[in-house]
């Protein structure tokens, strides 16, 4: 059943991938990860699984290559973007780690520090009236950026749920969100709700259910909260209009875990 479940998973990831895209190239890569994923953590290690491994290692090169050539990584124009805070993102799952290892003491301690600086920031640039057009959107000049309420949602998630519970909602908010911008602002055509699009949301659903699927391996939260929090997060994401989704997906979805936990003893 377990395996069963797995290889459902690892698939809708690569279907949504390719429903959001219409890219084989992109589609190539999402299953390549996939079957990288799948080769290591439901095989083991021995001859089965390097084949596959060795498999999906060539399949993941040559759809980069491809997507490469196609230029599906060309972001060039895409509204108002700052590259580097898209490639920054995922190091926040950074957090889950010395959670595990340091305790709860030290993330709060880490992540307060990181949000007060930029809350810092924030201040300073409307106080000074000073864009910082390096680091902040253009969008961003009349309020705080999506960063800080990241973090702040980060810090409040840590300090809120206990246990394992936070580690799902930062990873559909990391993962998620960025195969969703991503993805979505380079093949987004299909107008879903107000500046979302159906693409958008499509990679944002993919991108979280394969980075819970993979936590759910490494740490063992229930497939139930990766089954239902990553739609759930997705829907967030997509209704998140006046408070800004950077900080709702990731304590929203915490709720929605942990009402789970405490109502059906998940």
Known sequence: ???????GILLTVTLLTWLSTRR??????????CLLAGALFELGFGTVSLLFTGGGALVLAASVVAAARVGVF?????????VWRLAARPFALLFIPLDLLWGRRVVLVVAGLVCLVFIALDVYRHASRRRLAAMYKKGEERRFSSMTFFLLALFLGFLVFPGGLPFLPLAFSTVGDLCGKLLGLRFGLTPLYREKTVQGTLAFLAGSLLAGWVLHRLLDPPLVFVLSGAPFAAAVELLSVRLDD?????????GFLAALRYFFGV
């Open 24 to 33: 084989p190239e992109v589609a190539g890569i999402a299953a390549s990860l």
């Open 246 to 254: 950077n900080f709702s997906v990731l304590l929203i979805t915490g």
């Open 74 to 82: 060309r972001l060039e124009g895409k509204r108002d973007l700052r």
């Open 1 to 7: 059943m377990e395996y069963a479940g797995s290889v």
